[in-house]
């Protein structure tokens, strides 16, 4: 089974999949909810759901911390931006991408070109609440991982800024919520969604 397989939600196309024009690309921090919105998001638009991670997992066979332990992260970037890639050319979708695709300068053009970015913006206390008993970070194991992630959240917020939309995502929004204030703002994005 491959990766998209894995990773594409299951659902009847609704009547928005013939208006979705570019890939949906959800960009931010670890935790900002770029999966769980992601998803929702690709089943209220009855569009696959592709996650670069768990494409890049399915690849190598292992995880995301694994393959930065044995093959460093420019590694890691390097293959996560060819995934980037092929994602976006294979078909119109949700693409989630990793905390940190967005800051290469090419993944940033490429994305832009072929698709929409989307930056879930979620303060660092927001953040921290969803990723700190997660162990699947390896960016956050660290001697002090709430500083490690202030550091960056406040390093990466300039490349993040280049997205195409920016959606606010507070502590206290569901999931569902969310998906309703992505779908507002890509209203403003014609050759993205097709107006009803």
């Given at each position: 089974m491959s990766g998209i397989e894995q990773t594409a939600v299951k659902s009847t196309p609704s009547p928005l999949a013939g208006r979705l024009r570019k890939t949906i690309v959800m960009v931010g921090m670890m935790g900002a909810g770029k999966t769980a919105v992601g998803r929702a998001l690709a089943a209220r638009l009855g569009v696959p759901f592709l996650d670069s991670d768990a494409e890049?997992?399915?690849?190598?066979?292992?995880?995301?911390?694994?393959?930065?332990?044995?093959?460093?992260?420019?590694?890691f970037r390097r293959?996560?931006?060819?995934?980037i890639a092929r994602l976006l050319d294979e078909a119109r979708g949700v693409l989630s991408t990793g905390g940190g695709a967005f800051l290469a300068e090419a993944n940033r053009r490429m994305i832009s070109e072929k698709g929409v970015s989307v930056w879930l913006n979620a303060p660092v206390e927001v953040l921290w609440n969803r990723v700190r008993h997660k162990d699947s970070r390896p960016l956050l194991r660290t001697s002090?991982?709430?500083?490690?992630?202030?550091e960056l959240y406040e390093a990466r917020k300039p490349f993040y800024r280049e997205a195409d939309l920016m959606v606010l995502s507070e502590g206290d929004v569901s999931v569902e919520q969310m998906v309703d204030r992505v779908l507002a703002a890509l209203a403003t994005r014609p050759d993205v969604l097709e107006p009803q």
């Open positions: 890049i997992e399915a690849a190598a066979n292992m995880t995301v911390p694994e393959i930065f332990v044995r093959d460093g992260e420019p590694f293959k996560e931006s060819q995934v002090n991982p709430r500083a490690t992630l202030q």
